[in-house]
């Protein structure tokens, strides 16, 4: 019997217009942004979300540590034990869009607990596929190591590492 391989996709990319106040999802969805917010080391953004799990999204994307911290605000029948869903990848700064490219890990934070790590499985098979390259794939699992090792320091607090690193998120 053998293990369930991840489905294989492209890395998935997003587009962030401070000018329109929009952002235009990895599925091509054009969706109203309530809030973007500039400062010199990232942008956050407030939406809300059609989604059947989250009603609201919030990210702070930050280019410098290959980032993008969310908070998702879950419908009450979907809550989660989780505060913060962390998305490895690239994250580029332009004069009016941003844009993003996500490099398949992820970390759940549960503030004052625990960090978890997902998809490597799903990096390793892009690599292999030769979809991400392996300078690319090597970047993703250093920043993901950076983020985990700066948040468990930080007594497992997200806002509390970023804030140590100069950069102060506020959310919502």
Excluded: C
Excluded at 17 to 25: G, L
Excluded at 110 to 121: K, N
Aim: cysteine-free; glycine content about 6%; charged content about 25%.
């Amino acid at each position: 019997m053998s293990e369930e391989r991840p489905h294989i996709h492209r890395p998935k990319v997003e587009t962030f217009d401070i000018a329109a106040r929009t952002n235009v999802d990895p599925k091509g969805f054009v969706r109203p942004v309530e809030h973007y917010r500039e400062k010199p080391w990232g942008l956050y953004m407030a939406r809300h979300a059609d989604h059947p799990q989250f009603h609201y999204l919030e990210s702070w994307i930050i280019p410098e540590l290959g980032i993008r911290a969310s908070i998702l605000h879950f419908t009450p029948e979907h809550v989660r034990d989780w505060d913060f869903y962390v998305d490895i990848g690239e994250f580029t700064r332009g004069e009016h869009v941003w844009t993003s490219e996500d490099h398949y890990l992820d970390l759940v934070v549960q503030t004052g607990h625990s960090i978890e790590l997902l998809d490597v499985d799903e990096l390793l098979e892009a690599n292999t596929a030769g979809i991400l390259d392996l300078k690319t794939s090597e970047r993703a699992m250093l920043n993901a190591a950076r983020a985990i090792d700066g948040i468990a320091a930080h007594g497992h607090h997200l806002d509390a590492w970023l804030g140590a690193l100069g950069m102060p998120v506020t959310w919502r």
